[in-house]
Structures are given as structure tokens and as C-alpha cells.
């Protein structure tokens, strides 16, 4: 069962994988700005996301397609270990996913890369922050079926 938008597309929900508060404020604010009304579901840490995504946690589910929008630094399990345990399930192995992080660290980079996202985008370098964020995954969207 998949949700269609009014041109038919495969309407793409976002699990936002980030502990803090601050940031998911500014992200639901980007995409309301940017008019982007893909639903958003929230998760804190890894393991609620893990929960999320294998239909077990106890009040929150998500429909495929989606994107993961992941920090690395979160309590109780990492992005890094997220990444981790995501690639060797294969049910979800193909999700496709963009780490936010406040993290410039190249050993990161390299280990999130090794992981196969889609892209690392570093949450301070940012002049705009989630604004651009919000326009890149509008754009991205538009061009890229997902399975």
C-alpha cells in the first residue's frame, strides 16, 4: 500500500534520527517553509529507529518509500552503529540515508561513506541550515525513483 501525491508519485516519508530537540524544530520549520509537506517521523536515537522501521515500536510506524535523515552522536546507539546494524539487515538494507551531524571528523566521514549513505552533510557548515537541506531533498525527490 503506498501513498500517491496528486501527480501520482510515491509520496516519501523522512525518519529524522536525531536526539536533539533544537534541530528537529529547525527541520519541520525548513520543510513548512519550503512548503514540503512529506510526513516526518521522529525518532531519538537509533534503537527508536530501528523500532520505527521494523514495525515494533509501540506508537510510532513509517510507510515505505522513505528517507533517513541521521546524527551520528545520539545516546544509547550511535549513527555510526545505527548504520551498522541497518546494512546487515535485509529488510532494511537499502534504505537510502543522509547523515546530518555536527561532526566534521574525516574517520566519520569515511566510516559513514563506508556505509553506503547517500550523503554527509556537516549540520554547521551550513549557512542556511535545514532550509537547504529541506531544498536538497525536494530536488532529490523529484529526479530519483526509490524502490
Known amino acids: 500500500k503506498s501513498r500517491d501525491d496528486m501527480n501520482?508519485?510515491?509520496v516519501v516519508s523522512v525518519l529524522l534520527v536525531d536526539d536533539d530537540a533544537v534541530d528537529v524544530m529547525?527541520?519541520?520549520r525548513a520543510f513548512r517553509k519550503h512548503r514540503i509537506a512529506n510526513p516526518i517521523v521522529e525518532a531519538s536515537?537509533?534503537?527508536d529507529a530501528l523500532e520505527i522501521l521494523r514495525g515494533t515500536h509501540?506508537?510510532?510506524?513509517i510507510e515505505p518509500p522513505y528517507v533517513i535523515l541521521l546524527d551520528l552522536n545520539m545516546?544509547?546507539?550511535?549513527?555510526?552503529?545505527?548504520l551498522s546494524v541497518i546494512r546487515e539487515d535485509d529488510q532494511l538494507r537499502s534504505a537510502v540515508i543522509f547523515v546530518l551531524t555536527t561532526s566534521a571528523d574525516g574517520e566519520d566521514r569515511a566510516k559513514a561513506y563506508d556505509a553506503n549513505?547517500?550523503?554527509y552533510i556537516?549540520?554547521?557548515a551550513m549557512a542556511d541550515g535545514f532550509f537547504k537541506i529541506a531544498e536538497m531533498l525536494e530536488s532529490y525527490?523529484?529526479?530519483v525513483t526509490l524502490p
Open 8 to 10: 501520482g508519485m510515491k
Open 26 to 28: 529547525a527541520a519541520h
Open 45 to 47: 536515537d537509533g534503537v
Open 58 to 61: 509501540p506508537t510510532k510506524t
Open 75 to 82: 545516546p544509547r546507539m550511535s549513527g555510526l552503529e545505527f
Open 117 to 119: 549513505v547517500a550523503g
Open 122 to 124: 556537516v549540520k554547521t
Open 141 to 143: 525527490w523529484r529526479i
